[in-house]
Each structure stands twice: as structure tokens, then as C-alpha cells.
């Protein structure tokens, strides 16, 4: 997948018999993601319009084109959606797209290298960006607070994290 494209929902399967499928939104404002057509799928062969039709359990039922039957959206089930990164809005200087903070090394304070991000999660309570590194079984999962992670630096590669005590191995 490009860097030019970003992530910003999945299909989940039909939703009814008419070809509507079920849409889970990854945007900050979820029913912003029709702004940001055409959707790619992540190999880019496919292009999509889209429509949201209504509001349902879990995100939304939604037409696309080209997708006029229930077994044409169940073949999509777990297709992720990708927008052009220039059909997305600027963000402000403390808000990042996850994609972006994927792959930047993370240290800490006094320099010393504490891993590299491996993704971003969110169980509910914040942000927390996974970090796997030197001397590691397992990642880390390390609050995305401005308290834990003071400087996000998208130009250098990095981020300085100033972690709670104990949570990385000395």
C-alpha cells in the first residue's frame, strides 16, 4: 500500500438482501468517510463511491458502486477501504494519522532507544501506540498521553517518550 493512501474504514459483510453493505468507519468524524471518495481496496484494483444509507450497530449500512447484490457485498466482508492522503484534512500539530506513527523509533528522554511502533491501538481509553525493541520478548503498549509521549517528531523518524517506570526493560 502507498504511503499516498490512508486507511479509513472496512466493509463487514451485506447488510440485507439489496446489496447495501455493513460499514465500519475509522474517521474522527465516521460519517465523513463518503467526503473522502473514491475508497480503494489496498491493493488498489477497486474503486469505490459510496453512500451511507443509515446509521446501524457498530457503523453504517451504505451503498456502493458497482455492489448491487447480497453475495457481491459478502465477497467484500473484510475488505479495508483506503482514501488519497489529499482527500483527507490537515490535521493540527498535535494530531497525527495513525499510519503515520507506524515504523518511528521511539525514545526515550536521555536518548536511548527503547523500540520502534508497531501500531496504534485504542481499547476504549486512548490511544496507545505498541512498541517493539531491543532486548524484548513482547511489545509494550505505551500510553499516546502528552504526559508519556511529549514529542512526536514526523520529520525525524522519532518520537521521545517519557514512559511510566517499569513499563520498558532498563
Known amino acids: 500500500m502507498s504511503d499516498d493512501r ?4 472496512a466493509i463487514g459483510g451485506a ?35 459510496l453512500r451511507i444509507t443509515r446509521a446501524i450497530s457498530g457503523g453504517f449500512a451504505a451503498r456502493m458502486t458497482g455492489i448491487t447484490t447480497k ?13 488519497d492522503r ?8 498535535d494530531e497525527f494519522y495513525h499510519a503515520d506513527l507506524i515504523g518511528l523509533e521511539v525514545l526515550d528522554t536521555g536518548g536511548r532507544a527503547l523500540g520502534v511502533v508497531r501500531s496504534v491501538q485504542n481499547h476504549g481509553a486512548g490511544d496507545l501506540l505498541e512498541v517493539f525493541g531491543p532486548g ?13 509521549v511529549p514529542t512526536v517528531d514526523l520529520k525525524a523518524g ?3 517518550a517519557d514512559p ?5 526493560p532498563e
Not at 86 to 93: G, K
Open 6 to 9: 490512508l486507511c479509513v474504514g
Open 71 to 83: 453475495e457481491e457485498a459478502d465477497a467484500l466482508k473484510g475488505t479495508r477501504l483506503f482514501a
Open 158 to 160: 522519532r518520537v521521545i
Open 136 to 148: 524484548m520478548k513482547a511489545t509494550v503498549l505505551l500510553p499516546f498521553t502528552a504526559a508519556a
Open 164 to 168: 511510566p517506570e517499569g513499563l520498558f
Open 15 to 49: 447488510f440485507g438482501v439489496q446489496g447495501e453493505v455493513r460499514l465500519k468507519s475509522f474517521c474522527a468524524d465516521p460519517e465523513a468517510i463518503a467526503d473522502y471518495a473514491p475508497l480503494y481496496t489496498e491493493d488498489g484494483t477497486r474503486t469505490f463511491d
Open 86 to 93: 489529499d482527500a483527507l484534512p490537515d490535521l493540527p500539530d
